[in-house]
């Protein structure tokens, strides 16, 4: 057909071998895009494109007849789902993440494994993986998909002031596989005393005392809140860091990599384990599995709690939605996000979805053996 468009067929296999050739070409081109350039194609991009995959040689009738589903913008909607749901592909944004080459990808993660295997299997107690990381929590959530409905006069508007959409507070997120250890793991909100008014904190403690208000300079996490953090992480621990052999998951932030804090956690009985470089969005449990679940979850909690308030929350209203998210953060088992992403059970239960994105068919054998000097 692509050698010989005009050859002798009929009408109805004519047209639906064109269809075929065209579609055939359209997606290889948008696996290209997505998986070469970067790039999610618009619907303009996808029209041009499959305009461009009509054989030149046919007549204009058939030519015609062709691009028909592409006249009206009903119809090209209509014909991009189709084509969506034919080929298993979905409207979505790509992801960002550095450009690392797979192999670089598939060592970090080997070493990654063989740090983690090795630890576990060459402690005398019970091993305590915790997963520690910052995410960004905005006072007002703009724009939030919901129904609209059209008027004649006025237009619509989330009305909020400037200062309220630039704001910002850390999330210092706490998980475990141990469900039973997880109530115990501080949650700790930082924001800088713009933010956070004295009086605020005050109530904060009082509504929900499981979480921990930081009031300082700023809302950055840094060396010396992290030795706080650390000094809190074991409060809470208490004995347990004698009875358990604990290891604290970090990415490699700069507020993360200091000798004092090194030191801080030697003296305390805490193993740091690091997440490689540019792998935290496939390693680490808490970018993996839990981040994105708590935002959507916060953001409705904060939609419903502007709703009741007729447009203007306040600041202890978001916070009892942020807290309403962590508390259900709390109350769920994290061990199956440690599994997924090969922390555990050396490497037996990692995901399909990362075995996907290392390009490995099955899961690899990491010896639980000391590390080389390059690793």
Known sequence: MMLNPRCSL???????????????????????????????P???MLLDHAQSCVPKDLPPSLTARLLRPFKTARSQRK?????????????????????????????????????????????????LLINMDESSLAF???GLAGTVAEAAVSVATDKAKLSSRRARVTYLCCITHDSTVQPLLPQVLLGNSRSFPL?????????????????????????????????????????????????????????????????????????????????????????????AAFKNNAQENWRVKKSEAGGHPTLLMWFQAV?????????RSWARAFESDGIL???????????????????????PVWPSEEV
């Not at 009031?215 to 992480?233: G, P, Q, T, V």
């Not at 700069?254 to 305390?268: G, M, N």
């Not at 807290?323 to 109350?331: C, E, F, Q, R, Y």
């Not at 059970?345 to 010896?367: D, E, F, I, Y």
């Open 323 to 331: 807290a309403a998210a962590v508390h259900d953060l709390v109350h």
């Open 42 to 44: 618009s619907r303009k």
């Open 140 to 142: 007002h959530w703009s």
């Open 199 to 291: 009086e605020f904190v005050k109530q904060a403690a009082e509504v929900e005392p499981g979480i921990t208000v930081w009031r300082e300079k700023s809302a950055w996490n840094s060396h010396r809140l992290m030795r706080k953090f650390l000094r809190l992480l074991c409060a809470r621990l208490g004995d347990l860091l004698k009875t358990r052999s604990v290891g604290l998951l970090l990415d490699f932030a700069p507020c993360h990599v200091h000798d004092s804090i090194f030191e801080l956690a030697r003296s305390a009985g805490l193993r740091l384990l690091f997440v490689p470089p540019g792998m935290t969005p496939l390693l680490q449990p808490c970018d993996t599995h839990c981040f």
């Open 79 to 127: 014909a991009l789902a189709a084509f969506r749901m034919k080929h298993r592909c979905k409207l979505g944004k790509l992801r960002s993440e550095a450009p690392i080459p797979l192999a670089e990808k598939q060592d970090k993660a080997l070493a990654f494994y063989q740090w983690c295997n090795y630890w576990q299997a060459n402690t005398e107690r019970e091993p």
């Open 345 to 367: 059970q050396q490497q037996r239960n990692m995901s399909s979805h990362l075995l996907k994105q290392l390009h490995w068919s099955t899961a690899p054998q990491v010896p």
């Open 10 to 40: 009929g009408l109805r296999p004519l047209m639906v071998a064109l269809r075929f050739i065209v579609e055939l070409q359209l997606l290889s081109w948008v696996q290209f895009q997505n998986y070469e350039c970067g790039v999610a």
